[in-house]
Each structure stands twice: as C-alpha cells, then as structure tokens.
C-alpha cells in the first residue's frame, strides 16, 4: 500500500510544485502580465503541438499495433462524459464563459502528460496506453474545441483582458448567443488548432511509415529521427519545455481570491473530473468484461484506464481556454484542485481495483 501511495504522490506532486513555483515567481515579481500572456501563446501554439507529435510519432509504432475493442471504448465513454457535462454546465452556471470550462473539465483528462508515465508505474500495458492515447488525443482535444467555442461569442474589445493579461468578468448567457458559434465557425476552429495540427502531422508521419513498410519489404528507409536526426532533436527539446512551462505560466495566473467568486463551479468540474469520470469509465469497463464478452484481458488494461478517466484536467485546458476567450481563471483553478484531489481519488481507485483482484501493482 505505502507503494501506491508513493506511486501517486510521485505523479502528482511535481505538477502541484511547479505550478507553486509559478506562482511564487509571479508574487515576488520576476514574472509579470506581459510575460504570462506571451507566454501562454508560445505554450498552446508551439510547445504542445510539438508535444503531441513527438507522442505520437515516437510511441505508435504502426497501426497494427492498435486494440480495437479498447479504442472504440474509450472514444464511447469520453463522448458520453462530454454529453452528461454539457448538461451539467447548463444546469449549474449561467456563465457563458464558465459552461465550457465545466464542460472541459468533465471529460478532458491529464493522459497526454502523466496518464503515460502513471501507466508504467502502475504496471500497465505503455504499448495499449501509447496507443490510445493517439486516438484519445484528438478525441479530447476536439471536444475541448467545441466545448470552448459553442458558449461564447468573440467578446469586444473592452471585455477581452485587462492590462494584466488576466481575463476580466464576461457577460453571462443572456447577453451572448446560447450557442455563441456557428457549425462552420467551430469546424474551422477545430481544423485551425494548433493541437489538432500537431495531431495530425503525427498521425501522418506514421501513415508514412506505414507505407514506406509496404513498398520497402518491411524497412523504413526514411526516418525523420534518423535522415532529419536534427529537426526532429529540435522538436522533441521544444516539447520537453511544455510541460514545465505551461505549470510554471498557470501557476503565475492563478489567484486564490478568484476561488471566492466560483465556488459552485470549481466543485462541480472538480467533482466530475476526479470522481464523477473514473467512476463512469472504470465502472461500466468492470460491467462490460463481467456481463458480455466485450473488452476482455483488462488486467494490464485497468492501469490505462485510470491513467485515461482518473487523472487531473489537462494542464493545456486552461491555456486553450483563455486563447479562445473563456474563463481562463477557472480552468487555471481546475488544474490546482484537479491536481490535488486526484492523489487521494487515483489511490483510492487502485486500491479498489486491487482490493477486488481485478489489478496488481
């Protein structure tokens, strides 16, 4: 037990620390407004996608590799937690810009950044996870587009930011369009995000792997590791400051004063996403390989599971949503208390799991 325990605290806590850092860095003033806008913009539109095409390019090796059953599952259960919280956002705020924060935090999980390294420590399968998490990926992050954008109208000028850099209040529900954006609109915002791009570069480089295979017997005579050995070495340092630029950004955005004017909404998303989502995903996996004949061999699998349901919100949720106009203040706070609660949630899980016999550590 006293591993689990360490096993979480090890895969949590160096978030919390660096958002921490953040925030220190940004009341001591060596970092200031100007600097975290800049900065968020730098992360979302170059770090990340560099991030996710180097995941992708690096852990799916082929599209043999993939199981079918799990994939199909996952993408099921992701696009049903993305139904049950948009009608938890339209219950529970009239704020068009916090709906789609609540709505993106119920579904969209850490996996790209710790789920992968939660899975190894916790014993799983890193080739299922690698490759679910090129079909997760995508999934999520075109989610989190049309959870971002179906709210909210392009504000004015003089509601956009404040000279911080920090979003100010927007107008709720009853002073913007209910579903603020046109189909086309969020389509081009899904074709235009910088994620979504480094998605499918990825997914293409593979593809072209995967033909190079065919026509060459097996062999990969072009590799961008290999023949472009330098641009690739670029990318891969570029998506190697993501992760710790991007906490250390939050962390210098967030205030705990904020917390005082969104109670409800911080329970709410933090609830769904650390209790409410792994209950759901791990829950009806459990059901399904019991009662049919569906998904069956989870026992590496359940690791992935808990990785993919179970962890905090992903850290690009709060960059992506003050780039496309939401309330970036609460899905900073979403990150934090996601952060912390998932310790004793994902503990708590694979304690259960294990106390079952349906995992070991």
């Not at 990926?137 to 179906?150: G, K, M, Q, R």
């Not at 004063?257 to 911080?266: C, L, N």
């Amino acid at each position: 037990m006293g591993e689990i325990v360490l096993t979480c605290i090890n895969a949590i806590l160096p978030i919390i620390l660096l958002i921490l850092l953040g925030y220190f860095l940004k009341r001591i003033k060596i970092l200031n407004g100007n600097f975290l806008k800049v900065g968020n913009g730098f992360v979302f539109k170059v770090c990340l996608p560099c991030m996710l095409f180097i995941n992708i390019y690096d852990k799916m090796d082929s599209f043999a590799d993939i199981r079918w059953d799990i994939v199909l599952y996952a993408v099921i259960v992701i696009c049903l937690i993305f139904g049950l919280g948009l009608v938890t956002a339209i219950l529970t705020t009239k704020r068009a810009d916090r709906r789609g924060v609540i709505l993106q935090c119920s579904f969209r999980s850490n996996f790209a950044i710790i789920g992968l390294a939660l899975v190894e420590r916790l014993g799983g399968d890193v080739g299922i996870a690698s490759v679910i998490s090129a079909f997760s990926i995508p999934v999520f992050n075109i989610l989190a587009v049309i959870a971002l954008s179906v709210f909210v109208k392009e504000p004015s000028p003089e509601v956009a930011e404040s000279m911080d850099g920090v979003a100010v209040e927007a107008p709720p529900v009853s002073k913007a369009k209910k579903f603020g954006k046109s189909a086309k609109d969020i389509l081009l915002n899904i074709i235009k995000n910088p994620l979504i791009i480094g998605v499918a570069v990825g997914l293409l480089f593979v593809g072209i792997r995967e033909i190079e295979r065919a026509c060459c017997g097996g062999e990969v005579p072009f590799a961008l590791n290999n023949q472009l050995k330098f641009l690739y070495t670029a990318v891969k340092d570029i998506k190697s400051v993501a992760t710790p630029l991007a906490l250390v950004i939050l962390g210098g955005q967030f205030e705990f004063s904020a917390v005082k004017g969104m109670t409800k909404e911080i329970i709410v998303g933090t609830v769904w996403r650390i209790v409410l989502a792994p209950l759901i995903g791990i829950g009806l996996a459990v059901l399904f390989s019991k009662l049919t004949p569906v998904l069956n061999d989870l026992d590496a699998v359940y690791p992935t599971l808990i990785a993919l349901f179970g962890t905090p919100v992903a850290v690009s949720s709060a960059i992506m949503a003050g780039a496309m106009k939401n309330d970036e203040q609460l899905a900073t706070q979403y990150v934090v208390w996601t952060s912390l609660g998932s310790i004793i949630t994902i503990f708590a899980t694979v304690l259960i799991l294990m106390g079952c016999g349906l995992m070991t550590v």
